[in-house]
């Protein structure tokens, strides 16, 4: 099993629309999460990150998670032309201080108008 | 404030040689992360270096080695390099002692081993 799961894509979605992006991990002592995007030929820029079971919201942006059933997910309300890029999860290593990412592969969204 | 810079852009090699990749933190950021980043196997971690340590190392052969400065600025070498080194290589810093939280990424080396 991959130590960060998720579907690659491509997620269409049409403007204004609801997008929802899913990773699933395999180390239960993990604590902290986070959701990356990155544009074509750009680096990954931090959305947000999580560490509490639940909702955290950011805006359009709603990150959401289940430590019991490993889960993190990624809800982008309205989405926009402009969300067209890959959106990466990452975990941090548990038992590690300081960054020891493990990153999904990616998630392609593509947000028409 | 200035972001994270990378040095060089781009890099071409061939196999066999060695090559060092130069990062500099945004100013005040102690924590310096590594990742190579290719089409089959994603965005993985190397390691990571927080006052002059390697705090954190990834699952990479010890051809992959690093450095920090008193000044916070990195060095990854590879040696023996081998094709499937080709990749993006990235380069992230974080606030102070903090984790992933104040990571922002640097724009990367692209390195092609022919």
């Known amino acids: 099993q991959k130590e960060v799961e998720q579907n690659s894509g491509p997620l269409s979605v049409p403007e204004g629309a609801i997008a929802s992006l899913n990773c699933t991990y395999s180390?239960?002592?993990?604590?902290?999460f986070f959701w990356y995007r990155q544009y074509s030929g750009k680096s990954p820029e931090l959305i947000m990150f999580?560490?509490?079971?639940g909702d955290k919201e950011d805006g359009r942006f709603t990150a959401q998670l289940n430590k019991a059933s490993q889960y993190v997910s990624l809800l982008i309300r309205d989405s926009q032309p402009s969300d067209s890029a890959t959106y990466l999860c990452?975990?941090?290593?548990?038992?590690?201080?300081?960054?020891?990412?493990?990153f999904g592969k990616g998630t392609t969204l593509s947000v028409s108008s | 404030k200035a972001g994270v810079t990378q040095t060089p852009r781009y890099l071409i090699k061939t196999r066999g040689q060695q090559v060092t990749l130069s990062c500099s933190p945004i100013?005040?950021?102690?924590?310096v992360s590594w990742y190579q980043q290719t089409p089959g196997q994603g965005l993985q971690f190397l390691f990571e270096?927080?006052?002059?340590?390697?705090?954190n190392k990834g699952n990479f052969p010890g051809r992959f080695s690093g450095r920090q400065f008193s000044n916070s600025r990195s060095e990854m070498n590879v040696s023996t390099l081998e094709l499937g080194d080709s990749a993006l290589y990235l380069c992230?810093?974080?606030?102070?002692?903090?984790?992933?939280?104040?990571?922002?990424f640097g724009p990367g080396t692209r390195l092609l081993v022919l």
């Open positions: 270096y927080f006052s002059e340590t390697q705090r």
């Open positions: 992230a810093s974080s606030f102070l002692a903090g984790g992933p939280e104040t990571q922002y």
């Open positions: 180390d239960r002592g993990s604590q902290s």
């Open positions: 990452a975990v941090n290593k548990s038992g590690q201080a300081g960054t020891a990412l493990i």
């Open positions: 100013s005040g950021h102690r924590s």
């Open positions: 999580i560490y509490s079971n």
